[in-house]
């Protein structure tokens, strides 16, 4: 579910950069926001940044002690400042991220404990292993367990090496995510939102550079070529 978080539009920069651009995902919401309010934050602050940059350019046009050159070389020096720091905090926003996907995918992949010698449990493992005997799926049938909320039938089924219920190992850990996510809503719903999000930082970061490079209004040769200059100038002058 989107939510407009109602944050200015800079039309200097890629609305890819845009906040809005996480808040927009479809599993985001009062579940999920609070996992991803720093992915926010980092687009937030990236944003915010390469449009001052563009603000800054502007700005500097109206100095008369400088020349093009300098006005140059000083965008382009807090562009790259502005870089470091974005990118740095993209770069911690992601492991942040991928932390918490690991702890949920664990949670949702954990093995359920059964009382394997128990009666029941004997029972409702033999009746499966007898419908795959007769061709019908114990798939199936565990499934409907899980959907149907029978803790007994899905814990004896899933409580125990697959093979004691006539399931694979991938029957089974399908079943098993199936198990925690039905019981478990609001963490499956983070872990998407939270893939997600992940997805938006692969995608979407690394249009830092270009953005920044725009900001700075001229080539990065031109850049190193007035780079090169002053630092003639300097030597020159002993600094």
């Known amino acids: 579910m989107a939510v407009d978080l109602e944050l200015g539009v800079d039309t200097n920069v890629s609305p890819s950069l845009h906040p809005q651009v996480v808040a927009s995902l479809e599993d985001f919401d009062d579940d999920t926001s609070g996992h991803l309010d720093q992915v926010v934050q980092a687009f937030q602050a990236a944003y915010q940044a390469i449009g001052k940059v563009h603000s800054g350019r502007e700005a500097i046009k109206t100095d008369p002690t400088l020349t ?99 399931l694979t190992p991938e029957m089974h850990a399908v079943l098993l995510r199936m198990h925690h996510e039905r019981s478990n809503p609001i963490g499956a719903k983070r872990l998407r939102a939270m893939k997600g999000a992940l997805e938006l930082l692969g995608s979407n970061a690394p249009l830092l550079h270009n953005e920044l490079q725009k900001a700075i209004g001229v080539p990065l040769h031109e850049v190193e070529k007035y780079r090169s200059a002053k630092a003639r100038t300097d030597k020159a002058f002993g600094s």
């Open 68 to 166: 093009e050159a300098a006005q140059v070389l000083r965008v382009a020096d807090a562009a790259e400042r502005t870089y470091r720091e974005a990118a740095s905090r993209f770069d911690k926003v992601t492991k942040n991220i991928e932390a918490g996907v690991a702890l949920l995918e664990k949670e949702l992949t954990t093995p359920l404990e059964t009382r394997t010698s128990h009666p029941l449990s004997q029972e409702v493992r033999g009746y499966l292993r007898e419908l795959k005997a007769n061709g019908k799926s114990p798939l199936d049938f565990v499934r409907q367990a899980i959907e149907s909320g029978d803790s007994e039938t899905v814990s004896a089924a899933l409580g125990a090496p697959p093979y004691l219920s006539g």
